[in-house]
């Protein structure tokens, strides 16, 4: 019982202090936005500090590309060994909030098999979805008949929320990428106290 204190003792000052140190002027966890999450938690950008991941802008309406863009998430993070697949995370928010609400995403993250870790499927109100996309440097323009043109790509965020890399490689591994986020997660776990 005093192990399992002394370690939440520990945890809890960790987070403190790392709490405490300020962002970075480039990190994208400057950016004051709320996600909900397909499980119905609302989360600040910003929560996500301290973990290594891939983001995409998506919409799960989408017939042609996005599935494309879920696919190479996945097979980027497959292309791991198992130790660093455990330390990545996998985030692909919607960029179509009057469709895609907390019920449809949770349906296409069932339908497509992404799990809780590493995967989160979000959605944020339109305002704070131009804000992300903006920030991200992903082009997102509405084409009518809930059709979306948008330029696809993965981003890798270090744990900090700086964008490390990026590729606009769909459909396919980039290996350059994935190299990117090998070394990513191996200087994370440097780092790591």
Same mark, same amino acid.
């Given at each position: 019982?005093?192990?399992?204190?002394?370690?939440?003792?520990?945890?809890?000052?960790?987070?403190?202090?790392?709490?405490?140190?300020?962002?970075?002027?480039?990190?994208?966890?400057?950016?004051?936005?709320?996600?909900?999450?397909?499980?119905?938690?609302?989360?600040?950008?910003?929560?996500?500090?301290?973990?290594?991941?891939?983001?995409?802008?998506?919409?799960?309406?989408?017939?042609?590309?996005?599935?494309?863009?879920?696919?190479?998430?996945?097979?980027?993070?497959?292309?791991?060994?198992?130790?660093?697949? &455990?330390?990545? @995370?996998?985030?692909? #928010?919607?960029?179509?909030? !009057?469709?895609?609400? +907390? %019920? =449809?995403?949770?349906?296409?993250?069932?339908?497509?098999?992404?799990?809780?870790?590493?995967?989160?499927? &979000?959605?944020? @109100?339109?305002?704070? #979805?131009?804000?992300?996309? !903006?920030?991200?440097? +992903? %082009? =997102?323009?509405?084409?009518?008949?809930?059709?979306?043109?948008?330029?696809?790509?993965?981003?890798?965020?270090?744990?900090?929320?700086?964008?490390?890399?990026?590729?606009?490689?769909?459909?396919?591994?980039?290996? =350059?990428?994935?190299?990117?986020?090998?070394?990513?997660?191996?200087?994370?776990?440097?780092?790591?106290?």
């Amino acid at each position: 019982m005093k192990r399992v204190l002394l370690f939440f003792s520990l945890l809890l000052i960790g987070a403190s202090v790392f709490a405490a140190v300020p962002l970075r002027g480039d990190s994208i966890y400057q950016l004051p936005v709320t996600l909900t999450a397909q499980d119905g938690h609302q989360f600040a950008l910003s929560a996500r500090r301290g973990r290594v991941q891939v983001v995409s802008l998506f919409y799960t309406s989408c017939t042609m590309v996005c599935p494309l863009i879920i696919d190479t998430m996945q097979s980027t993070a497959l292309a791991l060994d198992e130790h660093s697949r &455990a330390k990545l @995370e996998l985030l692909a #928010v919607s960029f179509d909030p !009057a469709h895609d609400d +907390v %019920r =449809v995403l949770s349906r296409y993250a069932k339908r497509h098999g992404l799990h809780t870790p590493p995967w989160t499927l &979000a959605r944020a @109100e339109a305002a704070d #979805v131009r804000k992300l996309a !903006a920030v991200l440097s +992903v %082009r =997102v323009r509405e084409a009518g008949d809930g059709e979306f043109n948008h330029t696809s790509e993965l981003i890798l965020l270090d744990a900090e929320g700086r964008i490390v890399a990026r590729t606009a490689t769909i459909g396919r591994n980039d290996p =350059v990428f994935v190299e990117a986020v090998r070394k990513t997660l191996a200087a994370q776990g440097a780092n790591a106290p």
